[in-house]
């Protein structure tokens, strides 16, 4: 899903635009404004969410939808087809920064910036990275850090998106989860397991 996301001022998101800390190294936009267009059900969905630290996530506090052609209505049937969680999930790499190194100097980069994949929150070689047998500890649960983080961050199930980035079962998945919590690395972020409200 494409999306354009723009600070809450309206400016184009940037890593410089993450100002707020989560985890242990991990710098979020403490809002944003994204917008997606569906061609094929003729709107255009916009959203704003905000970083509310208490519910470590982004919560849309408002969502607007405009018809785009003249045969289509903003209507019920219109609106059951906006799937306002997918464009979070969407979004929310974009407002993601991370570091790819230990010095002060280092450049922030959006976890989008880091993958080119869509629908991947890492590069392949991040991932191979951390699930070679002996992998430095560290290294391992910082890039855990930044899946739980970006998957929590957006209402995504982050322990299965764990598993899923690092093509590990899921039991590996929540142990690593469990010791980066243990570390302090998921401090500002979590996960309400449960159904969503929309769906």
Not at 6 to 35: C, H, N, W, Y
Not at 125 to 152: C, H, L, P
Not at 158 to 180: C, D, F, N, Q, S
């Amino acid at each position: 899903m494409k999306v354009d996301v723009k600070t809450l001022e309206g400016a184009p998101m940037t890593a410089d635009a993450t100002s707020e800390r989560v985890g242990s190294a991990l710098r979020i936009a403490p809002g944003f404004i994204a917008t997606h267009v569906s061609e094929d059900g003729g709107v255009q969905t916009t959203i704003e969410a905000h970083y509310i630290r208490i519910q470590g996530r982004y919560v849309v506090r408002a969502t607007s939808v405009r018809a785009l052609y003249d045969d289509v209505e903003a209507n019920g049937d219109t609106l059951r087809q906006v799937n306002v969680q997918r464009i979070v999930q969407a979004a929310a790499p974009q407002c993601i920064a991370l570091t790819l190194s230990d010095e002060p100097s280092a450049q922030w980069l959006t976890v989008a910036e880091i993958s080119s994949v869509e629908g991947r929150l890492i590069p392949q070689w991040m991932a191979d990275e951390a699930v070679k047998r002996g992998r430095n500890n560290d290294s391992r649960m910082d890039i855990v850090e930044i899946v739980y983080g970006a998957a929590a961050l957006s209402a995504s199930a982050p322990i299965k998106a764990v598993a899923r980035e690092l093509r590990v079962p899921h039991r590996t998945a929540a142990v690593w989860v469990g010791r980066a919590r243990d570390e302090g690395r998921l401090e500002g972020m979590s996960y309400i397991v449960g159904r969503q409200a929309d769906g």
